[in-house]
């Protein structure tokens, strides 16, 4: 089992900066990427970007690259997700998740791939 906790959501206008962390605990070891994701009201949840623990490799959706940076604390068990230049568009519920190495061949880009997801943390951009 993988225990995920986000923190760090808010409201925010426009234009602004927000972070995001996701601390693991459990069996991390069998983790082999960390996913954020996000869901607005009534759409689908989709894929925000991923790392992979070792070796650090991130991959983005395209509507958040170029804004949107995730990077890793290892010796924390710790992801991140930097988000600048805040869109209203980015208004959701943000969700980190684990993929073990097991589901790697699906994708990280895959949320059905990740087999432990965090509770959730609320971004609102207003504009």
């Known amino acids: 089992q993988v225990q995920l906790v986000e923190s760090g959501g808010g409201l925010v206008q426009a234009g602004a900066s927000l972070s995001l962390s996701c601390t693991a605990s459990?069996?991390?070891?069998?983790?082999?990427?960390m996913g954020w994701f996000r869901q607005a009201p009534e759409k689908e949840r989709e894929f925000v970007g991923a790392i992979t623990w070792s070796g650090g490799r991130t991959s983005y959706a395209d509507s958040v690259k170029g804004r949107f940076t995730i990077s890793r604390d290892n010796a924390n068990n710790m992801v991140f997700l930097q988000m600048n230049s805040l869109k209203p568009e980015d208004t959701a519920v943000y969700y980190c998740a684990a993929q073990l190495y097991g589901r790697m061949w699906a994708g990280v880009g895959n949320k059905n791939a990740y087999s432990y997801w965090g509770q959730g943390t609320q971004v609102t951009v207003s504009s």
């Open positions: 459990g069996r991390t070891n069998s983790t082999y990427a």
